[in-house]
């Protein structure tokens, strides 16, 4: 939906992604702190074959297309540079853990196998089923060592992948990542410039949650955690 500029992306009346407009805004820096990619998680397999189709049809741009073992992922980019992510997961009996670490990869795609899992005579592509949900948002960050510690103190999140100084992963419930945190492009950023345009803020919900409240991480981005079923 469209309302006094912005752009509201969403699931069965329910807001992902708000994008707003800033006329005065420099361009984001890839190499500062901010977002890396939002990702949006469809219900299933053919969900995720049913937007192939649907992005093939329509000429959308796919930058990547990954097997991560726990999900399976395509790549793009918006306009000004956003990273997405759309992605299904594999079902969670079939993810390997180590312990507490949760085997991740970047392998080819089989497009055709996901491709084939929507039935034959399917409708398609209707828009985001309803059950669709921001799965995991990944982050640019200046020291990854410092925002795995910022999501543990702040949020009690668990650690569940780290790739030496480059990159970690942490989540809760046993689930692979809600939160990437990356320095490939920004290692050593400081806090972030709030002239320039990018990611305003990532908003939590939890049943967990009594109040609505904000807090910064080391790099001036905000986290907002409100009361409610994600």
């Not at 189709?53 to 980019?77: F, K, M, P, Q």
């Not at 209707?126 to 982050?139: F, M, R």
């Amino acid at each position: 939906s469209r309302a006094e500029g912005a752009i509201t992306l969403g699931a069965a009346g329910r807001p992902l992604l708000v994008l707003e407009p800033d006329a005065s805004a420099k361009p984001d820096d890839p190499r500062s702190a901010g977002l890396f990619h939002t990702a949006f998680l469809l219900p299933s397999r053919a969900d995720l074959g049913r937007w192939i189709n649907h992005a093939a049809a329509s000429r959308i741009a796919i930058e990547g297309a990954s097997d991560h073992l726990v999900s399976e992922a395509l790549y793009l980019t918006d306009p000004e540079g956003n990273g997405i992510e759309i992605y299904s997961d594999r079902r969670p009996q079939d993810w390997k853990w180590n312990g507490d670490t949760i085997a991740m990869a970047t392998e080819r795609l089989n497009l055709p196998a996901v491709v084939a899992s929507v039935p034959a005579g399917d409708a398609g592509w209707q828009g985001a089923p309803e059950n669709t949900i921001v799965g995991h948002v990944h982050l640019r960050v200046g020291r990854p060592e410092d925002a795995e510690a910022w999501w543990r103190d702040e949020f009690g999140f668990d650690t569940v992948a780290k790739y030496g100084s480059q990159a970690v992963f942490l989540s809760s419930g046993h689930y692979h990542h809600h939160i990437g945190a990356n320095a490939w492009r920004s290692a050593g950023a400081g806090r972030r410039d709030p002239g320039r345009s990018g990611l305003a803020w990532v908003e939590m919900r939890s049943d967990n949650v009594t109040a609505e409240a904000a807090r910064e991480d080391p790099w001036g981005t905000v986290i907002r955690t409100v009361p409610g079923k994600a």
